[in-house]
């Protein structure tokens, strides 16, 4: 069972559009929410996270909008650059063990 | 600041064989996670030692086993190889506090081909 839910699979973009990648969980005693990026040939790289007692939080260009009652977060990625096409994982901890989605592939074309 | 170092970066393995995979943690941290990354998935848990003991373990079979050693480097061997433990393999090494969540730092990976 796929503890971690994530659309889309793939997301095509313009240069300085808005990248939005959901997720969704079950698990409420889910309570720590990382994002990650992961280039082709390298490991997954924290990119931002959030705690469940926080609605939205923002670095530089990247925001995770976080809404506990629905058990749905999402990242946002303002002002899209080619440099950001990458595969983006969503997790979800507990503890000692993460769980992650399944990916997005993100193309931002120039 | 060293990062997270794996090796070997490639193997191949027959069906049956035995392997082991290494990977040396990021200075200063104390703790070490592994996961197998199937084509086209994301990362699954397989489990994460502290201290040099199993520390959690995800939904794989026994024949998967581990070890962290006093420098916190780690081993992760699988026996029996099958054809779907074909993957991708991540070590990610933390350091583990008291209280909250230890940001994970990735290795670059072993890619494991099982004929």
């Known amino acids: 069972q796929q503890q971690v839910k994530q659309s889309p699979q793939s997301l095509i973009v313009q240069k300085g559009g808005i990248s939005i990648i959901n997720c969704a969980y079950e698990?409420?005693?889910?309570?720590?929410f990382p994002w990650y990026q992961q280039f082709p040939g390298k490991g997954p790289a924290l990119l931002i996270a959030i705690r469940p007692d926080v609605s939205e939080k923002k670095e530089g260009r990247f925001t995770i909008s976080f809404n506990k009652s629905a058990k749905q977060f999402s990242l946002h990625i303002m002002d899209s650059q080619p440099g950001d096409s990458a595969t983006y994982f969503c997790?979800?901890?507990?503890?000692?063990?993460?769980?992650f989605g399944t990916g997005t592939s993100l193309t931002v074309i120039p | 600041e060293t990062g997270v170092t794996q090796s070997p970066t490639h193997l191949i393995k027959t069906r049956g064989q035995q392997v082991t995979l290494r990977c040396s943690s990021q200075?200063?941290?104390?703790?070490v996670s592994w996961y197998q990354q199937a084509l086209g998935q994301g990362p699954q848990f397989i489990f994460q030692y502290y201290r040099e003991e199993e520390n959690g373990r995800g939904n794989f079979p026994p024949r998967f086993s581990g070890l962290q050693f006093p420098n916190y480097s780690s081993e992760l061997n699988v026996n029996a190889l099958e054809l779907d433990d074909s993957a991708l393999y991540l070590c990610?090494?933390?350091?583990?506090?008291?209280?909250?969540?230890?940001?994970?730092?990735f290795g670059p990976g072993t890619r494991l081909t099982v004929l």
């Open positions: 990610a090494s933390s350091f583990r506090r008291l209280a909250g969540h230890n940001e994970q730092f």
């Open positions: 200075s200063g941290h104390n703790t």
């Open positions: 997790a979800a901890s507990t503890g000692n063990q993460f769980y």
């Open positions: 698990n409420t005693a889910f309570d720590y």
